[in-house]
């Protein structure tokens, strides 16, 4: 949908370096039959502040709701890491995603769009996670 950045090409080529060794999480969707079909990542922004990033599911693996478990799995991660602040950046043409997430507690957030919205030339979406608003 949109072209790679350099942050997303950094972060794909040295994932260890970049999300891992500073304290996030990189978590897959298996499926059964199909193999590994989603990925998401808890990135350490600092100071108990997370962005959920590089969230995707595999064309062939949309309507099993990999997306959505995937999605729960990684709120529940981020519960049990006491996060402080978790937010994600993405564009409104992502449409069903951020249906996904507004039905899962993310709200749209001014907050988070002036802190980190510049970090990707294609975000116009900043959300934080609000658990029971």
């Known amino acids: 949908m949109f ?19 500073p ?6 969707a ?3 039959e199909l193999g590994v079909v989603g990925t998401c990542a808890l ?3 600092g100071s108990g502040v997370f962005e959920l990033t590089k969230m995707g599911v595999l064309e062939s693996a949309r309507g099993l709701k990999v997306g959505e ?10 519960r049990q890491m006491a996060i402080d602040c978790l937010f994600l950046l993405t564009n409104k043409q992502c449409a069903a995603a951020i249906h996904l997430y507004e039905k899962n507690g993310f709200i749209h957030c001014d907050d988070i769009m002036a802190r980190f919205g510049q970090a ?14």
């Open 3 to 21: 072209a790679m950045e350099p942050s997303d090409i950094a972060m794909l080529n040295d994932p260890r370096r970049i999300v891992i060794e």
């Open 23 to 28: 304290g996030g999480r990189i978590y897959f």
């Open 30 to 32: 298996r499926h059964a």
């Open 43 to 45: 990135m350490n922004k």
């Open 69 to 78: 478990k995937l999605l729960q799995y990684c709120l529940e991660q981020a």
């Open 120 to 133: 990707y030339a294609r975000c116009d979406v900043a959300m934080r996670y609000r658990p029971g608003d």
